[in-house]
């Protein structure tokens, strides 16, 4: 079945730090990929997403590609500041509808 | 728009009380989703509906939750009875389903704590 592999955290950085989380996938057919966040205390909240391959997602200043030939779809932000301090899950929606499978989650800590 | 919401934000309960959980999805989408995240499962899919319909419970940990859609604008999650072992933060979620693999989006989850 459909499985989201991402690094597990946590992954701690100083601000304007780089930063990447790798996330690779197995799926059947051509899904789409997400990017969500979850700040302390909230529910998941969309950061981006790619819906074929090649397909480059940006928001905030994070980006991911969505990379077919090696089932991965990194997320990468040049400069990151401590409100960017969160959960970030890697997610997928293959054939099955609707459904989401995510990753286990990378905690991200950023210091001042 | 108001976004998803869930009711009680928090609950604090004994071992054996039934619990209900509480989702209002956006106006206008036809998936809905129950997850629940703990630290040591981490987020878990366990149930969806497609137009108030059941599609896939698969995730539903045992009879003792249950889960219903009586209209398009209201779901809940019942536990019953609860147990320790159901503390988690329950969220729920909603997508449009137009067959192309649309963004789901959250609430602000329900913290459970079964004492």
């Known amino acids: 079945g459909d499985s989201v592999t991402q690094m597990e955290g946590p992954v701690t950085l100083s601000e304007e730090a780089f930063l990447t989380i790798n996330c690779t996938y197995t799926a059947t057919g051509y899904p789409s990929l997400f990017w969500y966040v979850q700040y302390p205390g909230e529910g998941l909240q969309l950061l981006l997403k790619a819906t074929k391959a090649d397909d480059k997602g940006s928001n905030k200043g994070f980006e991911a590609t969505y990379r077919k030939e090696t089932t991965s779809f990194h997320l990468e932000k040049g400069s990151v500041q401590v409100s960017d301090s969160a959960v970030y899950f890697c997610a997928l929606s293959g054939a099955a509808g609707n459904k989401l499978t995510f990753g286990g989650g990378t905690r991200v800590l950023v210091k001042p | 728009d108001a976004g998803v919401i869930q009711s009680p934000r928090h609950e604090v309960t004994e071992m054996g009380q039934e619990v209900t959980l509480r989702c209002k999805p956006i106006s206008g989408h036809n998936s809905l989703f129950w997850y629940r995240q703990t630290m040591m499962r981490g987020l878990e899919l366990l149930i969806y509906f497609n137009n108030n319909v059941p599609i896939d419970d698969s995730g539903m940990p045992e009879d003792r939750f249950s889960a219903k859609m009586p209209n398009a604008s209201f779901s809940t999650l019942k536990i019953q009875p609860s147990e320790p072992r159901d503390s988690a933060v329950y969220f729920c979620?909603?997508?449009?389903?137009?067959?192309?693999?649309?963004?789901?989006?959250f609430g602000p989850g329900t913290r459970l704590l079964v004492l």
């Open positions: 979620a909603s997508s449009f389903d137009s067959g192309r693999q649309e963004t789901q989006y």
